[in-house]
């Protein structure tokens, strides 16, 4: 990353710069898979986001359902 006072960079993440101490704000971490880039949670609209829901739900229960159809 490169320093956006000075212009110090470095192959590593650091949060002051070693060469002029500027704070660097880094991205937060998502440890979690990003679900809004999932389709119905790219938009806001509340309604979408609850159908999405639903649906993923529905699959869910479909794939578990078919799995247990097995035996
Ligand atoms: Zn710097």
Known sequence: MI????GASSQFDFLYCPNCKYKMILEAEQPLPNWRQLPG???KT???ML??????IW???AIVASLFSGF
């Open 3 to 6: 320093c956006p006072l000075c």
């Open 41 to 43: 949670f790219r938009s």
């Open 46 to 48: 509340s309604w979408k």
């Open 51 to 56: 159908l999405a829901v639903i649906l993923y």
């Open 59 to 61: 699959i869910f229960l």
